[in-house]
């Protein structure tokens, strides 16, 4: 049996602990919201009502609106990963803590490049990558983070295994956080700013979810699986149908899905723009809890099963009559699992779905590639155990043929806990036999990690996965690759077919004697290997428990790393005369603002990522051109970056001017920190996407929108512009601008802002995160 000896007593032993006290908040909270409600209630408002922050008051549900009121909460846990996560520890070095408030874990599954296989590609990772590794580690040795080395696995795969516990509330600097909604828990993908606060212990702001219900009945057979429950819902709510909403599943077929297939579905929540995706605590989860080594946690659960499943009452009512699903959900999608075909998604986006039976239809329509080049097994999606038994299953019907798969199959572990109890139980083998080359326990070519060097340039080809994200250049950076998703046993069954338009419910393939054989649906695979996970060592370093004895690594001269300033405080002075770095025209999400690709490598080094400023954006005065405007101090025509650098020399504050909902897209902190790095002042749009708004009030740059949005256009790109009476600013209260335009005439404009008395704080002060750190300083006088 697996045992918890990952060279750390320290986050293993305190995790039922942390668990008892979660489920005392639970209760008390609950209670007090059932007074004030008295109506049943649904697991994600449990959670996140046992999750409020003290200061939160309700007298009845109507303080907690749906999509409207904003609630803060204390959640249990954080998960870092190493390309995000390297900016969060910087900015919650800044705060000047000693110690992470939070429970919180750092996981290096991201920088590892797909290559040859796993060993080669983690120690050419651990060669390429060894300062942003280093830094890693050692800064969560000194501030109490748990540091999951290169090679043990990708983060919700890890977290899965280890933290993640029914009616706990936990956030991640990953969108795919929500896997953790398989054993119960809310977890949510969010930036890494929001994750140093909490790490540094304030507590965190969330748009109070809808809820949308999934009614599970039936149970699963033949070929379909967890991965189809997903893709079906997919194709129902399409990728932005679930927007600030939990989806929460219930019914008699969610007892029927394991602890990791139910993760599977709450993992691709992120695909349709759910806050995340949960079920109700189980038999199956118990059993998944026991076999990972927490028998504790299984048994504090039991105890408490009233507070981690919706209350009776509601399925009762939706049963007897579906409309009442009103009372509790905002949308009902209702599955009968035993009529749930294995579906295939894509290309280039999850709600592009269809039946397999229906896919040699739409290649004909669509005129999509047949042929396939590479088949992909594994992520943080789907490697679990029964997934890989099941995928197993297919392989060795082919091998008892004697046939090996048409095309390259890659396999990524999700964990080296898994790909060491795969080894030993015989899976791994049997996709070998077939074919298979194992990569690292890694991401790789889920998020375009992945060298080929055998594609030519521009070479339209088509891939499958079971991963979850496809849209153009996800999986190997060329927007050519075609890229569709299924489970992992339908993939090995495309892989043998070597045809997209492969249909294993119908379709034989050949077997090495010549006889024509067709796949039989994979044997209903056990959830947890019978003889217990294989114990795994080194891939863990505990916290020190001397943490003055740590220094954290930053090379001084790294092209990867620099350690953060303080953003200067507000100097008490109106801004007067500021130029205008960029007007910018329609659509300017966070990725137009601080684009990511080539960039990624520079996540953790402010200075170096700034010199991707606003490259996808597009100039509102130079004919859409994009990334570059006018140089005020040379008339010339420039990289917006280069032009900010210029200015920043010369002590020149500057504004950006943005349309609507600027700043979509993304909760990425650079697209606010790189602004107010080169020395933006302002950001004056038609609206703001809410999470890039509170970004830039963190960071210290003024979020302002025009009172008149037609204003927008009295604005011409060599005006100067003026924004006064920063000394009056107060909630609610307007803010006056003055346009200076470069024939002399000056031009009054009102602007509004959204700040509250404590954001305004952070204006004055330089950022949230100066305030955090006098708050610990003042503490320590
Ligand atoms: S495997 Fe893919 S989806 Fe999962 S964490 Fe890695 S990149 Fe994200």
């Known amino acids: 049996m697996r045992n918890n000896n990952l060279n750390s007593k320290i986050e293993v032993e305190t995790t039922p602990n942390l668990v008892t006290k979660v489920y005392e908040k639970l209760q008390n909270k609950i209670s007090a919201f059932r007074r004030a ?25 109507d303080a907690l609106v ?78 109490g983070m748990g540091f999951w080395k290169p090679g043990a696995g990708i983060i919700h795969q890890v977290v899965l295994e280890n933290y993640a516990f029914p009616g706990g509330l936990m956030i991640g600097t990953d969108s795919h956080t929500p896997n953790a909604g398989g054993l119960g828990m809310l977890a949510i993908g969010v930036g890494g700013l929001d994750a140093a606060e909490v790490m540094a212990g304030m507590s965190w702001e969330l748009l109070y979810p809808k809820r949308i219900g999934v009614y599970l009945k039936g149970e699963l057979n033949s070929w379909a699986s967890p991965k189809d429950v997903i893709l079906f819902v997919a194709s129902k709510l399409t990728v932005s149908g679930a927007t600030n909403a939990i989806i929460e599943y219930f019914g008699p077929g969610a007892a029927a899905i394991s602890c990791t297939g139910k993760a599977t579905i709450t993992n691709m929540g992120a695909e349709i723009g759910a806050t995340c995706s949960v079920f109700p605590y189980d038999k199956r989860m118990e ?27 509601i399925e009762k009512e939706i049963c007897e009559n579906r409309e009442n699903s009103i009372n509790y959900f905002d949308q009902l999608i209702e599955i009968d699992l035993s009529n749930l ?71 990524t572990p999700g964990s080296e806990m898994i790909r060491a109890t795969i080894e030993r139980d015989g ?104 003889r217990g996970f294989k114990d795994v060592t080194d891939i863990y370093i505990a916290p020190a428990t001397d943490p003055n004895s740590v220094e954290v690594i930053i090379n001084k001269d790294s092209d990867r790393l620099q350690e953060l300033q303080h953003f200067p405080k507000w100097d008490g002075k109106d801004f007067e005369k500021l130029p205008i770095l960029a007007k910018v025209r329609g659509k300017c999400t966070t990725d137009h603002i601080s684009p990511a690709g080539p960039w990624l490598m520079y996540r953790g080094h402010l200075d ?43 002590g020149l504050k500057w504004i950006i001017v943005g349309d609507n909902n600027y700043g979509e897209g993304s909760s990425r902190e650079h697209a606010a920190m790189t602004p107010r790095y080169l020395g933006c002042a302002a950001v004056i749009a038609k609206s703001f996407a809410r999470i890039h708004e509170t970004n830039l009030k963190k960071q210290g740059v003024l979020a302002l929108t025009f009172a008149d949005p037609l204003d927008y256009s009295k604005i011409m790109e060599d005006d100067r512009i003026s924004i006064i009476g920063l000394n009056n600013l107060k909630p609610r209260k307007s803010v006056n601008c003055i346009l ?35 708050m ?4 320590l006088e």
């Not at 059993?287 to 080594?293: D, S, V």
């Not at 006889?515 to 290997?529: G, N, S, V, W, Y």
């Not at 005439?745 to 954001?759: A, G, K, P, T, V």
């Open 37 to 61: 409600v008295n109506r049943p209630l649904t697991i994600c408002e449990k959670i996140l009502i046992g999750h409020l922050d003290e200061s939160a008051v309700f007298s009845s549900s």
């Open 66 to 143: 749906a999509g409207n009121s904003y609630v803060l909460l204390n959640p249990d846990r954080v998960a870092l990963q190493d390309v995000t996560g390297q900016m969060t520890i910087l900015q919650f070095m800044l705060a000047g803590l000693k110690r992470t408030a939070v429970p919180t874990t750092v996981h290096c599954d991201h920088l590892i490049q797909a290559r040859i296989g796993s060993d080669p590609d983690t120690k050419a990772a651990l060669y390429e990558n060894n300062e942003v590794f280093q830094f890693l580690e050692s800064a969560s040795r000194k501030y």
């Open 287 to 313: 059993t998944y809890l026991r076999a990972t080594g927490r028998r504790a946690i299984a048994d504090l659960a039991n105890k408490r099963v009233k507070l981690l499943t919706q209350d009776p009452q």
């Open 341 to 411: 075909e294995p579906y295939i998604v894509g290309p280039h986006t999850p709600d592009l779905a269809r039946p397999i039976s229906k896919m040699i239809d739409d290649i004909k329509k669509n005129n999509y590639l047949d042929t396939i080049s590479v088949a992909l097994i594994g992520s943080c999606t789907n490697s679990s155990y029964e997934d890989m038994s099941r995928a197993a299953d297919v392989a060795e019907q082919a091998r008892e043929k004697g046939i090996k798969t048409k095309v390259s199959l890659q396999v």
């Open 427 to 530: 899976q791994m083998q049997l996709l070998i036999d077939i074919g298979a080359n194992v990569l690292a326990n890694a991401c790789g070519p889920c998020i375009g990690q992945w060298s080929r060097p055998e594609l030519k340039k521009g070479e339209p080809n088509t891939i499958v996965t079971s991963y979850n994200r496809n849209f153009p250049g996800r999986n190997d950076g060329r927007r050519e690759t075609m890229n569709f998703i299924g489970s992992p046993e339908l993939v090995i069954a495309l892989a043998l077919g070597g045809r997209l338009s492969f249909s294993p419910l119908t379709d034989e393939l050949t077997a090495n004697d010549g006889t024509r054989f067709k796949l039989k649906p994979p044997k209903i695979a056990p959830e947890t290997p019978e």
């Open 608 to 650: 170096k990522i700034s010199d991707n400023l606003l490259l996808g954006a597009v100039n509102a005065d130079r004919d859409g051109e994009v990334g570059r405007g006018k140089n005020t101090l040379n008339s010339k025509i420039e990289s917006f970056p280069h032009i900010a650098r210029e200015y920043k020399k010369r």
């Open 740 to 774: 200076h335009h470069v024939d002399g005439r000056d031009e009054e404009i009102s602007l509004r802002h959204s700040y509250n008395e404590s954001q305004l704080e952070w204006f004055r002060a330089g950022s949230a995160l100066n305030i955090l750190h006098s």
């Open 776 to 779: 610990e300083e003042a503490s």
